[in-house]
């Protein structure tokens, strides 16, 4: 086909001269000039570009073909306008960069399929009780498993650490109590080995073990001769029955080691503890919603057998997925939807750098129209060179991308699930790509139909007066809807940062400097006795209070801003007991000297000594939250609550405990979290069940006088206090406040580098149609500066067309900020989505910056000397 | 006049001036110009094409095979392209024609009503 068109094509310039040359000739046979025949030939035959051009379409794959040779048109042009063509095409690339690292971060966190067997089938089941969705207790678990038919499998896990012991120091590894059919809902085969067996999930057999991939090949040399041997964990030899693949991570906790939680007679009897993490997958012709609807009929039927434990207590399923990554959902939709905006502006400032050319080549174009050319083909000329420019904003903006995603693998915040398998897949690049066309189309389009749609009379006139008023109008329109697109982003990014400058003015509600927290867990094989674990522990602070450099230790269930400590119902004594007048409160366990270790300031009354114990009067200490909503108005000193445990006659004999002090409250789960009713005990007078309760682990917090942290010093302590237990997560206080703000600190540069950005891409656009307008109309600034206007009104003039074009975006973009804001009220702290001041300061900055970017066409246009400018025409 | 009238009123004749050329070619091979010439002469100059939309309309034709193109000598001695009805453009002929009478008598019918009852 190819070479027949190039063949019938070939003589066509000569045919079409020969055709015109006999024309011609006859004419000059009927008695014309020469001059007149070869004019009135050419007339009548006609537009000879267009017929060459209908000709050769007559053989070729038109659009194609034209699309090509217009791309190399668009080449040209480009390189003819370099200043132009770096402006446009870095924008795109930052719009374009921007979209696809933070799509591909979502890719990887979001939209991958969890590496587990049809995860859509899986159900994630928690206990619904109020508005809070506990996990759910062994009792209830049991009787849901046994109950219900809408499972195909259903299977229960909950998170535990362990000592292992390694050839060199103990390790602490993070791993879960499984249940037996664990591996087979998820529905992943062991890379060697095998799962558990019925009877391995049984009390008495549970002695196995199985390990993830990471953990065999980093602590135990990757050696295939490990299944079948024993490991030592927390102080008891399990056998290894198998390896888990890398990809295993179900519930995206990074577990090394799956234990069989083998639960006993006595666990299945109780439904008052809430642990377990409860997975389902759903039977093939069993929708969500039925097994929904099954779990509340087995729930009605556990709270009329259990209306103690189980009043008001119902299930709530979700999906897995949902389960797992909801919480990153909202924040990645937010970060997509501002780098949406982000190439918004990117395109609106192109179109604009368009507008704005295509004015001086109005001449180009009409001459192509002149000569034949179609609107159609003008248009389709015109888009392809932003074609062209789209797909080097692409490819920069891939690039772009590259680096953002490594950054973001490197700096990103730990806690994100996923994060870390961020890359530049197929799947981000094709993403990119339909960017790319899409923007090219969304920033060329206006331009070029404007360009085509030019009366050629008018553009050959040498028109140097000032615009048509709709030419300007669209321009101006680009420019106040940047505006206002860069507001939103800039009040989303002020309400993150002022929202972050709270945070860090929280008191944590103690002394944070020279504080250091490592945490140690003794193994219940070795210190099931609560006398021996608390001794080891009273040890342990006693050794490492004596440490060079330490001014004083103790131990506290949980170091605060380090997730709270565990939740207990408080019947504050003179109330019948109800569930309803049960106060939940978290509590913590610490060793006498912790409150004046820590430094949290005493409010009321005395701290713990080492005469509180057991066979003394037990006595607690309460936050001042607790003591508001437990006594309000009233000294609590001195008042008593029951808590905790069951007393010698029963479930329903209250164990008191007095109050005798009142701390200030601290933040328990984190600087930017609500302060919860808290409760300290004494080491020496907890109950005997609490170990079990905090996994006889407990944090080990030294106040140094400054100086490195003293981590081997500590190791050694803990490991000849307790041999073969390790202490770890050792870090200065600071150190863990600015962690847990890792994420939100994240968060807010993320989100403040794309307002600069849109900021300046805004301001960008408002310089360049204030410095076109001004070369546009010096001829009529001259004019009027020759009829007596002042250089001071000629700016005035400038400046205020500026104040208009941002004033009106600023309107705008506030209109739809105060809608907007509202996706990132839940990351902010104290400060409401529609906060005024912070609206005040970006609107303030907005207005700044837009002014400082008129004010320089506008001292150009005070310069115009009129003279020069008149002569110019 | 714009572009876009010009362009309008090539398309309308499009297909007219399709069946011109296979017309006029039905009498032996001949060249462009001669083949302008031809349609001119014959309509009595009432269709006055634009002779340079003879060519797209000749490559068209020649794409569909239904007409052919060969080197030849012209009148006045000189080398030409000489186009020629292939059989499959005569068929084509046939059908283009009765189709062309089939409309223009329609159109007629349309335009005139009364003569047609008369008749």
Same mark, same amino acid.
């Given at each position: ?16 001269r020969?055709?015109?040359?006999r ?24 537009n000879v ?17 034209q699309?090509?040779e ?10 003819k ?25 979502m890719n ?20 619904q009780w ?10 209830? $678990? ?15 896990s909950?998170?535990?650490s362990?000592?292992?012991?390694t ?9 879960e109590?499984?249940?037996?059919n ?6 992943v085969?062991?890379l ?14 549970? +002695?196995?073990v ?12 990757g ?17 290894v ?7 295993f ?5 990074d ?7 083998a ?8 439904y ?27 729930a ?14 119902g ?16 924040v ?13 502006i ?6 604009n750098?368009q ?25 389709? +000329? ?9 797909v080097f ?8 991308? $590259? ?9 990103g ?7 870390q ?6 799947k ?11 923007s ?8 070029a ?17 000032s615009?048509?008023?709709?030419r ?24 993150l ?7 860090s003015?929280?008191?944590?509600? $103690?002394?944070?400097?020279?504080l ?18 608390? +001794? ?15 001014q004083s ?54 701290d ?11 006595v ?31 479930r ?34 907890m ?44 870090s ?16 807010t ?34 004019i009027?500066?020759?009829?007596g ?5 000629v ?9 208009r ?12 900020a ?27 900055v907005l ?8 004010y ?7 310069r115009v ?5 008149l002569?110019h025409? | 006049m714009?572009?876009?009238?010009q362009?309008?009123?090539i ?36 269709? +006055? ?10 490559h ?7 007409i052919?193109v ?12 000489f ?5 499959k ?9 009765s ?8 159109i ?12």
């Open positions: 086909m190819r070479g027949r068109r190039k063949r019938m094509l070939e003589g066509l310039d000569q045919d079409i020969e055709h015109i040359e024309e011609t000739q006859d004419n000059i046979e009927r008695g014309m000039t020469p001059e007149e025949a070869a004019y009135a030939a050419r007339r009548k035959f006609g570009t267009q017929v060459k051009e209908d000709t050769r379409n007559v053989w070729s794959v038109v659009w194609l073909e699309m090509v217009d791309m190399y048109f668009g080449l040209r042009m480009l390189r306008n370099p200043g132009f063509a770096a402006v446009a095409v870095l924008t795109l690339a930052l719009g374009i960069g921007a979209n696809a690292a933070i799509f591909s971060v990887a966190v979001l939209l991958k399929p969890l590496a587990i067997e049809d995860p859509s089938r899986l159900l994630y089941v928690q206990e109020r508005d809070l969705f506990p996990a759910v207790s062994v009792g209830n $678990f049991n009787d849901l498993a046994q109950q219900s038919i809408s499972f195909a499998k259903l299977c229960a909950n998170s535990a362990f000592n292992l012991a050839d060199e120091a103990p390790q602490r590894v993070q791993g109590l499984a249940s037996g664990y591996f087979a809902t998820f529905g085969q062991p060697v080995g095998r799962g558990f067996t019925t009877d391995e999930d049984k009390p008495g057999h549970g +002695q196995v199985v390990i993830s991939e990471r953990l065999w090949r980093t602590q135990l040399h050696d295939l001769a490990i299944v079948g041997q024993p490991l030592l964990l927390n102080g008891a030899r399990y056998t029955v198998g390896i888990m693949p890398k990809t991570d179900p519930l995206l906790n577990s090394d080691i799956w234990i069989p939680e639960f006993t007679a006595k666990q299945l009897a109780d008052d503890n809430h642990y377990l993490n409860v997975m389902g997958r759903l039977k093939d012709n069993v929708s969500a919603a039925q097994a929904q609807a099954e779990m509340d009929t087995i009605a039927r556990l709270q009329q057998q259990h209306p103690i434990d189980n009043k008001d207590r299930f709530r399923s979700t999906s897995l997925t949902a389960a797992l990554l909801g919480d990153q959902r909202l990645l939709r937010m970060m997509l939807g501002a780098v949406g905006l982000l190439l918004l990117a395109c609106a400032n192109v179109a750098l507008l704005a050319r295509a004015r001086s080549r109005q001449r180009e174009i009409a001459l192509r129209a002149a000569v034949g050319a179609s609107p159609q083909r003008i248009v389709r +000329q015109l888009l392809a060179e932003n074609v062209v420019l789209g904003g692409g490819v920069g903006g891939i690039l772009l991308a $590259f680096w953002g995603v490594s950054w973001v693998v490197v700096h915040p730990a806690d994100v699930p996923r994060l398998q961020t890359a530049i897949d197929a981000t690049l094709a993403f990119a790509c339909g960017v790319t066309l899409f090219s189309v969304l920033f060329g389009l206006a331009p139909l404007r360009s085509a749609s030019i009366r050629l009379s008018e553009a050959f006139k040498a028109g140097t007066g615009g048509s008023g709709s300007d109008r669209l321009r101006s329109g680009l420019v106040i809807a940047e505006v206002a697109l860069a507001l939103m982003l800039m009040a989303g990014a002020g309400l940062i002022r929202s972050a400058l709270l945070v003015r929280v008191d944590p509600g $103690f002394d944070t400097p020279n250091v927290v490592g945490r140690v867990g003794l193994s219940e094989t070795g210190y099931h006795d609560p006398v021996m674990a608390r +001794q080891t522990f009273e040890r342990m602070v006693r050794e490492a209070a004596a440490l060079p450099g330490v230790a103790a131990v506290v269930s949980r170091a605060p801003l380090a997730g709270g400590g565990s939740s207990n119902g408080l019947l504050a004594e003179g109330k019948p007991f109800d569930m309803a007048n049960l106060i939940d409160s978290q509590l913590q366990v610490v060793s006498p000297g912790y409150v004046s270790t820590v430094r949290i300031p005493l409010k009321a009354g005395r713990f000594t080492l005469q509180d114990t057991r066979d003394r009067t037990l607690t200490l309460v936050n001042e939250t607790l003591a508001r909503s437990m006594w309000p108005g009233q000294d609590p000193i001195g008042k008593r609550f029951a808590c905790c445990e069951p007393g010698p006659k029963g329903m004999d209250p164990v008191w405990h007095e109050v005798v002090g009142v701390v200030a409250d601290v933040r328990a789960w984190g600087l930017d979290r609500q302060i919860a009713p808290e409760f300290y005990l004494p080491v020496a007078q109950p005997a069940s609490a170990w079990d309760w905090i996994g006889r682990t407990m944090d080990l917090v030294i106040r140094t006088e400054g100086g490195a942290i003293p981590v081997r010093e500590l190791q050694t302590v803990v490991a000849s206090v307790a041999p073969g237990t390790p202490i770890y997560h050792v200065s206080m600071q150190n863990t406040i600015s962690s847990s703000l890792e994420r939100s600190r994240f968060d540069m993320l989100l403040t580098i794309f307002a600069v950005t849109a900021l300046l891409l805004s301001s960008i656009g408002i310089y360049g149609v204030l410095s076109y307008t001004v070369a546009q109309r010096t001829r009529d600034i001259g009027r500066m020759t009829l206007a002042t250089r001071t009104q700016m005035r003039n400038v400046l205020s067309y500026g104040a074009l941002t004033g009106l975006g600023l309107l705008a973009g506030l209109g739809a105060l809608v907007g804001t509202r996706v990132v009220a839940s990351l902010l702290y104290s400060v409401r989505p529609t906060d005024a001041i912070t609206f005040t300061a970006v609107s303030a207005a700044g910056v837009a002014l400082l970017a008129s320089i066409p506008a001292r150009r246009a005070m000397d009129p003279m020069v400018a002569r025409e | 714009s572009t876009k009238e362009r309008e009123r398309e309308l004749l499009q297909g007219t001036l399709d069946l011109l050329i296979l017309r006029t070619l039905r009498w032996g091979p001949a060249h462009g110009h001669a083949i302008a010439k031809t349609i001119e002469f014959r309509s009595e100059d009432v269709l +006055q094409v634009e002779q340079g939309s003879l060519y797209p309309a000749l068209r034709l020649i794409k569909r095979k239904w052919a060969e080197e030849g000598i012209s009148e006045n001695n000189r080398r030409a392209k186009y020629r009805l292939t059989s453009g005569r068929r084509q002929l046939e059908v283009e024609t189709k062309w009478d089939k409309l223009a008598g329609a007629a019918r349309i335009l005139r009503p009364r003569e047609e009852g008369e008749r």
